[in-house]
């Protein structure tokens, strides 16, 4: 894909932008590292004032190709100006991530964002398990999203029935909580994506190790995490490569159901989205400093 946007590099930071976005007939292009515990809308809120206040502009199109979940972390492209228009495009081209999963439970949104709500055994969860799980996965599937996502189930968002579902699960708003009926899910439509490669990077058989908070930019207060690192349970840092509109929690899914387990993302970072890579995204603070005064 040829891509004519001015690409934003730490090199370009250094030069500046000019005061005008006529300059750039084409638009612009910044791959940006999103931090842990922002939304992508939190990225996107935060440039398009400075982009605004940059350029002059009281309203300009400033997008992203590609959410990333909040507990995510990893290349989010932001398109300033015309580059909005390639948006549907660089969401087409492949995605790379590396993919924490915890094996011996569920919760009700596949990730830590929602508690604990069913313990499973893991004895048949390995090492080996885990490779052969992932040689069977590779290859075009159907996939069912999680039901805390955007898709429609009779032109109602899933996450809207699952947020009823999951009050319905907590009844008396406590810390345990009764099953989550992770069968709603069923009721969504299936979509065909193609997962390229499945490797298994790290295997940890009693689990992460207590973890350091992260310092850094002030996360969003809305974004809840569950601490389970008590529970030691089983991990393993997955490295994977896919298609448009895969949904990793559902992959984790997925992954624990082949095991006879339960399974959930603790951590996602996407390393790669088409020809952007980690390395190359700037920091929020770096974008910022790329749109401040020139």
Not at 32 to 61: E, M, Q
Not at 179 to 187: K, L, N, Q, V
Not at 273 to 278: A, K, N, V
Request: include cysteine; aromatic fraction near 6%; hydrophobic fraction near 40%.
């Amino acid at each position: 894909m040829e891509i004519k946007a001015l690409i934003a590099d730490r090199i370009l930071v250094q030069q500046g932008l000019s005061g005008s976005i006529d300059d750039y007939p084409e638009g612009i292009l910044i791959p940006v590292y999103k931090p842990y515990r922002w939304t992508s809308a939190d990225v996107i809120r935060k440039l398009k004032w400075a982009a605004c206040k940059h350029f002059g502009k009281k309203n300009l199109k400033v997008g992203h190709a590609g959410t990333l979940d909040p507990l995510a972390t990893g290349v989010l492209i932001v398109c300033i100006g015309k580059a909005t228009r390639l948006a549907e495009t660089i969401q087409k081209e492949e995605k790379e991530y590396l993919a924490g999963i915890s094996f011996g439970a569920t919760t009700p949104s596949y990730d830590l964002e929602k508690a604990i709500d069913r313990m499973y055994p893991t004895d048949r969860v390995s090492e080996e398990s885990v490779r052969l799980a992932l040689k069977d996965s590779v290859g075009e599937q159907e996939q069912i999203a999680p039901l805390f996502s955007a898709k429609s189930v009779d032109g109602v968002r899933a996450y809207e029935l699952a947020r009823k579902q999951y009050r319905d699960a907590r009844k008396d708003k406590t810390e345990v909580m009764e099953d989550f009926d992770h069968s709603i899910a069923e009721t969504l439509h299936r979509q065909i994506i193609t997962i390229y490669s499945a490797e298994l990077v790290r295997f940890l058989p009693e689990g992460l190790p207590a973890q350091v908070p992260q310092e850094g930019l002030r996360p969003n207060p809305r974004i809840n995490v569950v601490d389970t690192s008590d529970l030691h349970l089983p991990h393993a840092d997955i490295r994977i490569a896919c298609s448009k509109g895969t949904y990793i929690r559902a992959i984790a899914r997925d992954l624990g159901e082949a095991l006879g387990t339960g399974a959930h993302l603790d951590s996602l970072c996407r390393t790669r989205s088409g020809g952007f890579r980690i390395e190359d995204a700037l920091t929020v603070t770096e974008a910022m400093e790329l749109l401040s005064n020139y």
